[in-house]
């Protein structure tokens, strides 16, 4: 079952782990903790920390998700989506506000697992997800402007209209030999899948665009020349110190965290199910993000979720079991044990190279703009999003479009409701729920007949109220049919007491027909059984036609 709590670890070695798999995702292991080498350290620079944290992060994270996972094939570790949240909370409230924040995320995320929310988050709507994912690209894309150009500035604004003016106040103090290096390391990441895609071409751009300004020595910024040295082990774990004052402001990004992780990890284990005709458990996959995001601060670490790029390279490279997942954190732990020193005179250039390209993939510009055939609420929903992600904030973005799209839904469903009034006849439609199939039958006067269509709750309460007014007086008797009602909540529950108060007041005889048994039963707890009487409840309008006739002639 896709609700078990059982990581797909644990599954695979049941089902009988043999060399052959080993050698398969040993391979794919290799050249995923390849690829995920220059992305975890580009990501940890542009999101505001040191380099090494995010090597820390891959390998922590990436151990607990892998193990844990409720996805046979999932990789986890630092993403781009992360880096616009990562870099406020930091400039905000420092690595040890992030920390926080992070651990605090992790808690949610175990939390939503255990209680097996795993369904409820794929309900986030599509024209929302690629709102923000767009709006993020695209500050990453900008944020990258600096490095690739070799810009020096001093205290680059936090917003995006900002540091775009600054950009071009300092244009002047542009580097062509960063210009060089960025630009020969972009044409080598898209070319070189023309020559081999075993081999990813970040990781070859990185290579040659530091091994070309070594030997040119060009004067342009380093990983060296900006953050130092590089540790070449992973840090004691300590528990991060913080103010128990700050907790209260960390929780609007704490939910941000939790909810984005979410998203991610589960759209990627979607995108992997669907490339291995695997199915994943939504909430053991929940429960692995939460652990991993509860760790990774211990070791000096920022927020971690399943990575869809890193995912896809491991299936496409033989990757069928978490045991490539492991295999790519002991990759990435043996390159920063053996090369780890090497990793100072990677340029920036490079760096900012490689991330312009991860921010167009993100960017799904084909999707944004298919979108605007979409319902014009779609496209609302997206273009808010997005402006709020680029302009405001992620978090006001995530809670914006999650708000506005229930409203929307919630809009829809209210139009789908029907309140019908039937004046002169009423046909009863033969289904096969029906005891007997019914004939039509006259409406006789005095009688009024509405028939209600659809979820019948708050949002189609006051239209229901309004359907009802348009009886000029009261009848003798008033029939409502509630046989097509799926759904009731406490609002319609209110509108039905009022209605029955208002029909006892004008003398008129109120019938209910077509209760089902759910119906029923939810009609008995509010108490409105009680003040209409049982009597007044029936299976089919037929009995409610014949008791309002007894009614009439009485």
Same mark, same amino acid.
């Given at each position: 079952?896709?609700s078990r &709590?059982?990581p797909?670890?644990?599954?695979?070695?049941?089902?009988?782990?043999t060399?052959?798999?080993?050698?398969r995702?040993?391979?794919?292991?290799?050249?995923?903790?390849?690829?995920?080498l220059?992305?975890?350290?580009a990501?940890a620079?542009a999101? #505001?920390?040191?380099?090494?944290?995010?090597l820390f992060?891959? $390998?922590?994270a990436g151990?607990?998700?892998?193990a844990?996972?409720?996805?046979?094939?999932q990789?986890?570790?630092?993403?781009?989506?992360?880096?616009?949240?990562?870099?406020?909370?930091?400039?905000?409230?420092?690595?040890?506000?992030?920390?926080?924040?992070?651990?605090?995320?992790?808690?949610l995320?175990?939390?939503?697992g255990?209680?097996?929310?795993?369904?409820?988050?794929?309900?986030?709507?599509?024209?929302m997800?690629?709102?923000?994912t767009?709006?993020?690209?695209?500050? $990453?894309?900008?944020?990258?402007?600096?490095?690739f150009l070799?810009?020096?500035?001093?205290?680059?604004?936090?917003?995006?209209?900002?540091?775009?003016?600054?950009y071009?106040?300092?244009?002047? @103090?542009?580097?062509?030999?960063?210009?060089?290096?960025?630009?020969?390391?972009?044409?080598i990441?898209?070319?070189?899948?023309?020559v081999?895609?075993?081999?990813?071409?970040?990781?070859?751009?990185?290579?040659?665009g530091?091994?070309?300004?070594?030997?040119?020595?060009l004067?342009?910024a380093?990983? #060296? @020349?900006?953050? #130092?040295?590089?540790?070449?082990?992973?840090?004691a774990?300590?528990?991060?110190?913080?103010?128990?004052?700050?907790?209260?402001?960390?929780?609007?990004?704490?939910?941000?965290i939790? &909810?984005?992780?979410a998203?991610?990890?589960?759209?990627?284990?979607?995108v992997?199910?669907g490339?291995?005709g695997?199915?994943?458990?939504?909430?053991?996959?929940?429960?692995?993000?939460?652990?991993?995001?509860?760790? @990774?601060?211990?070791?000096?670490?920022?927020?971690?979720?399943?990575?869809?790029?890193?995912t896809?390279t491991?299936? =496409?490279n033989?990757?069928?079991?978490?045991?490539?997942?492991?295999?790519?954190?002991?990759?990435?732990?043996?390159?920063?044990?053996?090369?780890?020193?090497?990793?100072?005179?990677?340029?920036?250039?490079?760096?900012a190279a490689?991330?312009?390209?991860?921010?167009?993939?993100?960017?799904e510009w084909?999707h944004?703009?298919? &979108?605007?055939?979409?319902?014009?609420?779609?496209?609302?929903?997206?273009?808010?999003?997005?402006?709020?992600?680029?302009?405001?904030d992620?978090?006001?973005?995530?809670?914006t479009?999650?708000?506005?799209?229930?409203?929307?839904?919630?809009?829809?469903?209210?139009?789908?409701?029907?309140?019908r @009034?039937?004046?002169?006849?009423?046909?009863?439609?033969?289904?096969?729920?029906?005891?007997?199939?019914?004939?039509?039958?006259?409406?006789?006067?005095?009688?009024?007949?509405?028939?209600?269509?659809?979820p019948?709750?708050?949002?189609?309460?006051?239209v229901?109220?309004d359907?009802?007014?348009?009886? =000029?007086?009261?009848?003798?008797v008033?029939?409502?049919? &509630?046989?097509?009602i799926?759904?009731i909540?406490?609002?319609?529950l209110?509108a039905?007491?009022?209605?029955i108060?208002?029909?006892?007041?004008?003398?008129?005889?109120l019938?209910l027909?077509?209760?089902?048994?759910?119906?029923?039963?939810?009609?008995?707890?509010? #108490?409105?059984?009680?003040?209409?009487g049982e009597?007044?409840?029936?299976?089919?309008i037929?009995?409610?036609?014949?008791?309002?006739r007894?009614?009439?002639?009485?």
């Amino acid at each position: 079952m896709s609700s078990r &709590l059982v990581p797909k670890l644990f599954s695979c070695f049941q089902e009988g782990y043999t060399l052959q798999k080993f050698a398969r995702d040993g391979m794919a292991g290799v050249i995923v903790g390849i690829v995920a080498l220059p992305l975890a350290i580009a990501f940890a620079i542009a999101s #505001g920390v040191k380099p090494e944290q995010g090597l820390f992060t891959a $390998i922590v994270a990436g151990f607990v998700i892998s193990a844990l996972s409720g996805s046979r094939v999932q990789i986890g570790g630092p993403t781009g989506a992360f880096i616009v949240v990562v870099f406020g909370i930091v400039q905000q409230h420092g690595y040890q506000g992030l920390a926080v924040a992070t651990i605090m995320a992790g808690g949610l995320l175990v939390v939503m697992g255990i209680a097996r929310m795993g369904a409820v988050i794929k309900f986030i709507p599509y024209p929302m997800t690629i709102g923000f994912t767009s709006g993020i690209a695209l500050i $990453i894309a900008v944020t990258q402007i600096k490095e690739f150009l070799g810009l020096t500035t001093t205290a680059p604004a936090s917003d995006l209209v900002h540091r775009l003016i600054g950009y071009y106040h300092d244009l002047p @103090s542009l580097n062509p030999a960063a210009i060089f290096i960025g630009g020969f390391s972009l044409v080598i990441i898209l070319v070189w899948p023309l020559v081999t895609k075993k081999i990813p071409g970040s990781i070859i751009a990185i290579l040659l665009g530091t091994f070309l300004a070594h030997v040119l020595d060009l004067k342009l910024a380093t990983i #060296g @020349s900006e953050f #130092g040295s590089v540790p070449n082990l992973l840090p004691a774990p300590r528990f991060p110190d913080f103010d128990w004052a700050m907790i209260p402001d960390l929780v609007p990004a704490a939910l941000t965290i939790a &909810l984005l992780g979410a998203i991610e990890s589960l759209l990627s284990a979607v995108v992997a199910d669907g490339m291995t005709g695997t199915r994943h458990r939504s909430n053991m996959e929940l429960v692995a993000q939460g652990i991993a995001n509860l760790v @990774s601060p211990l070791f000096g670490g920022i927020p971690a979720t399943g990575a869809i790029a890193r995912t896809v390279t491991n299936i =496409k490279n033989g990757g069928r079991t978490p045991v490539a997942g492991i295999v790519h954190v002991l990759t990435l732990l043996l390159i920063m044990v053996l090369f780890g020193r090497w990793v100072t005179l990677i340029p920036l250039a490079c760096l900012a190279a490689v991330l312009l390209v991860v921010a167009y993939h993100m960017s799904e510009w084909r999707h944004f703009l298919k &979108l605007f055939q979409a319902p014009r609420s779609d496209v609302l929903v997206m273009l808010s999003t997005f402006g709020l992600t680029v302009f405001v904030d992620l978090t006001v973005a995530i809670e914006t479009g999650v708000v506005l799209s229930s409203l929307l839904f919630m809009s829809r469903m209210a139009q789908a409701t029907e309140f019908r @009034s039937i004046t002169s006849e009423v046909r009863e439609d033969y289904d096969e729920s029906d005891d007997v199939p019914v004939e039509l039958e006259q409406v006789p006067a005095g009688v009024e007949v509405f028939e209600i269509y659809g979820p019948f709750f708050f949002g189609a309460a006051n239209v229901f109220k309004d359907k009802l007014s348009i009886i =000029k007086r009261p009848p003798k008797v008033l029939i409502l049919r &509630l046989r097509h009602i799926l759904t009731i909540d406490a609002t319609a529950l209110q509108a039905l007491e009022e209605l029955i108060e208002k029909t006892s007041h004008e003398g008129t005889l109120l019938f209910l027909s077509g209760v089902k048994p759910q119906l029923r039963e939810t009609l008995m707890r509010s #108490g409105l059984i009680a003040k209409i009487g049982e009597q007044a409840l029936f299976p089919h309008i037929e009995p409610a036609l014949q008791a309002a006739r007894d009614h009439l002639a009485t």
